[in-house]
């Protein structure tokens, strides 16, 4: 059946162009009004509504796995409200999860074309350029740029955050889709001009990252680039050699080394995961305090300036692992079923006046850290129920992977390195918490795996 004009599908097109866009969140009254809130429900009644009347028609991806494991952790959620201090928001953080479920599973399970998925791959990718070339362009004319943590920056006019509300939560939306641009350049397209054209809008979204200053996404991002490589060696580094693309690379390798702190944040960042893998190494400053990494006096200007670098990355490391530590405080304290869904920071105050060395001057404070946030509310009951949805989704992916044309194996692996940066990112931050980055992953994985599907079935005909 042809549904290329149903609404279910034209609101499809509107979440991948408009979340990454415009997202927005106010209060109407006592009542919370957000991009998710008009867009998703709407989704789910009309999606419901055009299946009822047959405008719309199921394919045969087997989700029950999906729809298990999102049952589980529901579950879980719900049974850590027993211990919750507050409903509100344990009520707030169940509906946003139940949405997620909801518009997976209509993206996933709804029977697009092959042209319908060719329009949202386009939709989205004319979204994701203009928020790169916005992105660039409020660092080029100093406006919108986020000023936060800029004293350990010394050139940097600010940190550039696009459409996505905060530098953190936007580096990860450029790791999720930076793996797919480099494939699509680098080892899809033949077209000398298109392959160009892919390459420069990855090089937008390497210097927009780069303009982030997330330590975290950088390492990431370059984790990513292995990634690709191991899994694709031949069809990867075969292409990357021909003469044009190397000259691209060249200039683009050119172009991030003379952004302003490049250099200087690299080696804080090389600093930071020697400081977190190695905490008793001798170059380790402890407790953040302003003393001589070798034990002995500055020797000239550069001396200074490089222990002042140092001190001030592992103040922000202490910071950090200081947060975690509460995370796993709260967890350690209520094991089984956690503090309760959504009550992390209800429970915060508390926590850091119990143990004092967990304080650093908040009453309120996230634990930056996904998995110990679900650790601390659910218990250990939440996180293998929410573990389980993301072990499921990956085995989806590298099982489809084995069955896919190039074109297919370009987005699953495309598509899996950027899931994975997006995990590994929520090491050092709450992003699966983030409604405007979970809608863009949730609805691009069901996407993805429902056209992967489709394309293995007709892959097999052949």
Known sequence: ??????????????????????YF???????????????????VIIAFWEYMKGTIKLNN???????????????????????????????????????????????????????????FAKVFALAALIVGVYGILTYVFNFKLNVAGLYALKEAKGRVYSTITNPNYYSAFLNFVIPSLL??????????????FFFAFYGIYVVNLILTYTRAAWVTMACALV??????????IKNIFKPHLLIASIVLFAVVMFLPDFQSRTNSAIYAIQTLVFPSSPNVLPGGDDIDIAGDEPSDEVDLVKKEEEATTNR??????????????????????????????????????????????HDEYSVHNSYLKVMA???????????????????????????QNLLGQVV?????????????????????????????????????????????EKSSDY
């Open 1 to 22: 059946m042809n549904q290329k004009n149903s609404l279910t599908y034209i609101l499809v097109l509107l979440h991948l162009f408009l979340v990454p866009l415009v």
């Open 25 to 43: 969140k106010t209060d109407v009254g006592p009542l919370p009004l957000s991009i998710e809130i008009i867009l998703i429900p709407l989704l």
């Open 61 to 119: 991806v087997p989700v029950k796995p999906f729809v298990i494991t999102f049952a589980l952790f529901l579950l879980a959620s719900l049974i850590s409200l027993v211990k919750a201090q507050s409903l509100t928001p344990a009520i707030m953080e169940i509906a946003r999860f139940i949405s997620y479920v909801f518009l997976f599973l209509i993206v996933v399970k709804v029977d697009f074309s092959k042209k319908q998925y060719i329009n």
């Open 183 to 196: 494939l699509f350049a680098v080892v899809y397209f033949k077209n000398k001009k298109i392959q160009l």
């Open 227 to 236: 990634l690709v490589i191991i899994i694709m060696p031949k069809k990867f």
């Open 316 to 361: 922000a490391v202490v910071s950090r692992t200081t947060l975690w530590k509460t995370g796993w405080v709260m967890f350690k304290d209520n094991p089984i079923i956690g503090v309760g869904t959504g009550n992390y920071l209800v429970r915060y105050k508390e926590y850091v006046t119990k143990y004092p060395d967990l304080n650093i001057g």
């Open 377 to 403: 509310e659910s218990g250990t009951i939440g996180i293998l129920a929410f573990l389980s949805i993301y072990v499921t989704y990956f085995l989806y992916l590298a099982r489809l992977y084995f069955k």
């Open 412 to 456: 699953a692996l495309g598509i899996f390195a950027g899931s994975a940066t997006f995990m590994v990112q929520n090491l050092s931050n709450n992003l699966i918490f983030i409604p405007q980055l979970n809608i863009i992953f949730w609805i691009i994985a069901g996407l993805t795996l429902a056209f992967l599907y489709k394309n293995s």
